[in-house]
């Protein structure tokens, strides 16, 4: 059962390019299964979360990242009465516009992109599900329902002050209201986001030895979660005794939002998605509490993980491969692959170019990204399919 202030398939509104609706499926069923079928999804698979994809099995790519926000936004959907397929869909699709190499490799090409309009990944994800998929025959990109692209280009709040280059592009086509905040269901996704890769960073940074559980267990939430495993369970096998602490964080989490959300809903009572839109703050979130130690969470993450000297001279390297490749396809375009050539003749400008040679390396996987410097440049490479 929908809550009233939960969008509803019947009262979606719609696609840019109009399109006989399934009977099998509601539209934002639709736009999830379009999103798990395209070829941006797929490349999440060998896209870093934070350390470099090839470097161990067991660390999260963004695909394990997105599919985990995705189980976790379903979750706090159902318990508060949303629709739980869009929901979802904009929890998979959250990622898309990331570059390889994590927010390193977006840094390094926003920095390069500053001439002409800066890169975000985030209207990133907007332009690879309006444009830059190319499968179906009447339209380019995925013909997403409005719903599921306000959440896109929203579900971390009302874009404030001038949007992304290519994102106010789109949005001059199809106003999808950046200045509010959008539904709830998007909110839900983006909480989940939070929750995800706190959770799952925690985990890649204990297996890359970063950090040690005892470190870890002097932190808010964390400790109390290790206190009730080390008493329920004494002398468990080390990798038991994390998993079960850690997935106690995530459940604490989780249980957080919905019954923050629950008691902000029940005092701001929106009737409908329209009202949620326009309370002005969200509704779906941490109490102040779990943020205070969401946020202790994240600054120890931060420091310790995130620019912890391993990952910072990889970093480097990394910054390095995608600041030369960008000037070589922007000298020679010609190396770009073959289904790319109409539109780099189509491109009539230094600023298509650009755009265009930032579009190509965005899409690039980890791996893809390291074998075409070391194929064009001389860097170092490794084995890896073609992104």
């Not at 998979?92 to 390094?108: R, S, W």
Request: aromatic share 8%.
């Amino acid at each position: 059962m929908h809550a009233p202030y939960a969008a509803h398939p019947a009262a979606t509104r719609g696609r840019l390019v109009p399109e006989e609706e399934s009977a099998f499926r509601s539209c934002y069923q639709r736009d999830r299964d379009r999103i798990i079928h395209s070829s941006a999804f797929r490349r999440l698979k060998h896209k870093t979360q934070v350390f470099v994809e090839h470097e161990g099995d067991y660390f999260r790519t963004r695909l394990t990242h997105s599919i985990e926000v995705a189980q976790v936004a379903r979750t706090i959907a159902g318990a508060l009465g949303l629709d739980q397929e869009l929901t979802e869909a904009v929890a998979l699709a959250h990622d898309l516009g990331h570059t390889p190499f994590g927010h390193t490799g977006e840094d390094a090409l926003d920095a390069l992109m500053q001439p002409w309009g800066g890169f975000d990944h985030n209207a990133q994800t907007v332009r690879i599900v309006t444009a830059l998929e190319r499968h179906y025959a009447e339209f380019d990109g995925l013909n997403l329902t409005w719903d599921t692209l306000e959440g896109i280009a929203k579900h971390n709040g009302p874009v404030e002050g001038k949007p992304p280059e290519t994102l106010a592009d789109y949005n001059a086509r199809h106003d999808l209201e950046l200045h509010t905040h959008a539904s709830a269901e998007a909110q839900a996704a983006a909480v989940s986001d939070d929750i995800a890769y706190n959770n799952h960073d925690l985990h890649d940074g204990l297996r890359a030895r970063l950090f040690t559980e005892d470190e870890i267990a002097a932190l808010p939430v964390v400790g109390d979660c290790y206190a009730e495993v080390d008493g329920k369970y004494p002398g468990l096998d080390p990798y038991r005794r994390r998993h079960e602490a850690l997935r106690r964080v995530f459940g604490l989490m989780v249980g957080d939002v919905i019954e923050a959300a629950r008691a902000a809903l029940a005092e701001a009572a929106p009737d409908s998605i329209d009202a949620v839109r326009g309370l002005g703050r969200p509704v779906i979130g941490f109490s102040p509490r779990m943020r205070a130690d969401v946020d202790a969470i994240r600054h120890f993450l931060f420091t310790r993980m995130y620019r912890a000297p391993p990952v910072m001279e990889k970093r480097a390297q990394v910054t390095r491969v995608v600041e030369e490749l960008f000037p070589f396809y922007m000298d020679k375009p010609q190396f770009l692959p073959a289904r790319w050539q109409a539109d780099v003749q189509q491109a009539g400008s230094e600023r298509a170019l650009a755009r265009l040679v930032c579009d190509y390396i965005a899409g690039m996987t980890d791996r893809f990204a390291l074998q075409a410097h070391a194929e064009h440049l001389g860097g170092p490479g490794g084995p890896g399919e073609r992104g």
